[in-house]
């Protein structure tokens, strides 16, 4: 059996304002932008440069309990995990665009880890995983 984790749905209340945070501050591809008819929606997708692992769905929210989620998905703990083979570059970059970091830079046994905000509070790491790491890149 093989899968993959293909998208995650991330509730925004702007798709361009979501769009230019992702695509010109954290540097995300725009993977797909169509129009859904059918639903008055966009298909909005979006993830991190070099990868080909899971993207992000972009999804404006529709009703009034949806627009409660917007910035808080996870309750405010950590929602998403940004991993990359140079973190000291891409946390300068980061910085230099505006990103919000609510947590400073530090080493764990893992790796090295600073905590940031999208356009709308949620919380993400920025994770460089330590050499030898299930998960480095």
């Known amino acids: 059996m093989k899968q993959a984790l293909a998208h995650i749905s991330l509730v925004v209340n702007d ?3 979501a769009i230019d ?3 010109n ?22 993830r991190p440069p070099g ?3 899971a993207s992000i ?10 627009s409660t989620f917007v910035g808080n998905q996870s309750g405010g703990r950590v ?7 140079d973190f000291h570059r891409d946390h300068a970059q980061m ?15 893992y790796g090295t880890v600073a905590v940031f ?3 709308y509070g949620n919380l993400w790491d920025l994770v460089q995983f330590a050499e030898g790491h299930p998960q480095a890149l």
């Open 51 to 53: 990868s080909n692992g």
């Open 57 to 66: 769905l972009l999804a404006r929210a529709s009703n009034p309990q949806q």
């Open 79 to 85: 929602f998403l995990f940004l991993a990359t083979d």
């Open 15 to 17: 798709y361009d304002a």
């Open 95 to 109: 910085v230099s665009d505006g990103v919000s970091f609510v947590r400073e830079p530090k080493v764990m046994d």
């Open 25 to 46: 501050k954290l540097n995300f591809e725009l993977l797909e932008d169509s129009y859904q008819p059918e639903q008055d929606k966009r298909w909005v997708v979006v």
């Open 21 to 23: 945070f992702y695509c």
């Open 117 to 119: 905000e999208d356009l």
